[in-house]
């Protein structure tokens, strides 16, 4: 994940507008069609959103993928937002530095009002 472009504050039931560059540093695509997942964590309080993302068209090189996000209308204060590939059990690691939690990687905060 080279970049994730998204608002640092909305108020609860916003729509968030998310722009990711994502560089596939590998030789090939991957194989399984994995759902990218976002979400907003504040400790145990989750939301999850499976984007439409095909994962299987992500080539090597540069993929610049652009979803959006509805924020709950009961989320309220400062909260982490993640992505990851995962199906189950099964998770693909982004090759990052990034922050890691159970194979999704924190892009940043976002602020609820």
Do not use: M, Q
């Amino acid at each position: 994940l080279r970049r994730a472009d998204f608002p640092s504050s909305a108020k609860a039931g916003d729509v968030l507008h998310l722009g990711f560059w994502i560089e596939n540093v590998g030789v090939a695509p991957i194989y399984h069609k994995y759902p990218f997942i976002v979400r907003i964590r504040r400790g145990e309080e989750c939301y999850e959103n499976e984007t439409d993302a095909d994962v299987t068209e992500w080539l090597p090189g540069d993929v610049i993928y652009d979803t959006t996000f509805t924020l709950p209308e009961n989320a309220k204060g400062e909260y982490l937002l993640e992505v990851g590939l995962k199906k189950g059990n099964e998770t693909v690691y982004f090759a990052t530095e990034a922050e890691e939690n159970n194979g999704f990687i924190t892009v940043g905060l976002v602020d609820i009002g």
